[in-house]
């Protein structure tokens, strides 16, 4: 696999280090505090996540469509959902539910030992793992599949970070969290209707927090082909 040029990398004009580092103090501004995500999505490069037509737009605080109906989410939220997943500590490994581009398992590969991502949508599977392998992001495991059955085989998990709504909290990222272990994940029926809810793990006790109102795609049932 060709790797990706230290200069595409780096990026230059709309995907350059200035423009990023404008990014990065848009998001201390609107209240993320944890200087390490910061940092890790200072040099993130979001740009190589997005169809080359709109990487010009990488950098702008918000979320953009990557095919298939679904999109990447907003910076803002990336950081947001990071800060509160690593609340309780660093976590040794995270699943996420929703790969999408593979930007947001990108971030957290610097954060944690082993990330874990499941995505309903092959091709998307199939291009982020081109994507990592480019890249040369070695500890992210991807599988397709419908995220709502969670990812038995490494369960359990002392983080979970769903980024796709559904209606409900399904049963089984519960069962698979760890004793002590926090769920970050967008609930709600509809996209004008949802809050980001946190869960603490707490023997069998789960301690629901709610946060802000956001707008995430659906999460669908089943795996498409
Ligand atoms: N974390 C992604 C966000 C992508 S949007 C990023 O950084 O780009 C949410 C993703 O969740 C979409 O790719 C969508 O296909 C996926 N999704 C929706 N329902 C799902 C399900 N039941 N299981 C797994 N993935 C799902």
Do not use: C
């Not at 490069?45 to 080359?52: A, C, G, K, N, W």
């Not at 990557?66 to 699943?95: F, N, W």
């Not at 399904?170 to 969290?177: F, I, K, R, S, V």
């Amino acid at each position: 696999m060709l790797k990706t040029s230290k200069a595409a990398v780096e990026g230059i004009g709309m995907t350059s280090q200035r423009t990023r580092n404008r990014l990065i103090e848009r998001l201390k501004e609107k209240g993320i505090s944890n200087e390490t995500v910061l940092e890790v999505m200072r040099t993130t490069p979001r740009h190589l996540f997005l169809d080359e037509a709109l990487s010009h737009r990488a950098y702008e605080d918000s979320s953009l469509p990557i095919g298939h109906g679904v999109t990447i989410s907003q910076p803002y939220i990336v950081a947001r959902m990071t800060e509160l997943l690593l609340s309780a500590g660093i976590p040794d490994k995270v699943l996420e539910v929703g790969t999408g581009s593979g930007y947001q398992a990108a971030v957290l590969s610097h954060l944690v030992k082993q990330v874990y991502s499941v995505e309903r949508v092959a091709a998307l599977t199939d291009q982020a793992r081109v994507r990592f392998s480019q890249l040369d992001y070695n500890n992210i495991s991807l599988k397709h599949t419908d995220g709502s059955w969670g990812w038995e085989e490494y369960a359990q998990y002392p983080a979970i970070i769903v980024t796709a709504a559904p209606a409900e909290v399904p049963a089984a990222l519960l069962a698979q969290l760890a004793d002590g272990g926090v769920l970050v994940i967008p609930v709600g029926s509809q996209e004008s209707n949802q809050s980001l809810l946190i869960i603490k793990r707490q023997g069998d006790e789960f301690i629901r927090n709610k946060h802000e109102d956001v707008f995430f795609v659906p999460m669908l049932d089943g795996a498409k082909r």
